[in-house]
């Protein structure tokens, strides 16, 4: 499996955020690999976005995080559950995509279609933060077999402030998407 380059994340959060569906997420936990498949995304800016922690101001290493260097994960907790998302922007920009759902391919024995139960499946906590995914080691992302599916958005889940324009992306009719919302399919 070949895994994404630095530059893949070098690029408008919403696009990173499309195109990682259908990628493979990998932890190495155990000397196993968990792999699964990312059918979830959520993108979130900085300061401009009423939906992301860089709006508030806090925690600060979090919107730190979020105006760093790409490729990199940045884990927190919401509700008790620990939250994975990669940082990717433009150069001079801020961002991030969370991680909502994956697909389990090999050695996953629980619930993943949700950003929590992704995190408890693969064994994600803070220890994990500040991790580069273009690099092989205990967490990265990889290019799948090719294959063909369509693309639906919609708002973000559980914000109570939301940009304009649809930021939850998800693969169409796939059966380990957290919910099911109205949506509009993606070009």
Do not use: C
């Not at 259908?22 to 155990?30: A, H, N």
């Not at 401009?48 to 994960?73: C, H, M, Q, W």
């Not at 950003?115 to 803070?126: N, Q, R, S, V, W």
């Amino acid at each position: 499996m070949k895994i994404l380059k630095k530059s893949f994340y070098k690029r408008d959060t919403k696009e990173v955020a499309k195109d990682l569906l259908g990628k493979y997420l990998i932890r190495e936990f155990d000397n196993k690999k968990l792999i699964g498949k990312i059918v979830e995304v959520e993108a979130y800016y900085g300061k401009e976005d009423p939906a992301s922690r860089a709006y508030l101001g806090f925690p600060k290493y979090v919107v730190n995080s979020l105006y760093g260097d790409v490729g990199i994960t940045l884990i927190y907790m919401v509700h008790s559950n620990w939250l994975l998302n990669i940082v990717a922007h433009q150069k001079n920009k801020a961002g991030a995509v969370l991680i909502r759902a994956i697909e389990p391919i090999k050695n996953i024995n629980f619930e993943t279609n949700g950003p929590g139960k992704l995190t408890k499946a693969l064994k994600i906590d803070k220890s994990l933060n500040g991790i580069k995914v273009y690099k092989k080691g205990l967490l990265y992302i990889a290019k799948s077999k090719e294959e063909k599916f369509e693309i639906e958005s919609s708002k973000r889940i559980g914000v109570k402030r939301d940009l304009e324009e649809n930021l939850r992306f998800y693969i169409k009719d796939n059966k380990f998407v957290s919910r099911k919302q109205f949506s509009k399919k993606q070009n």
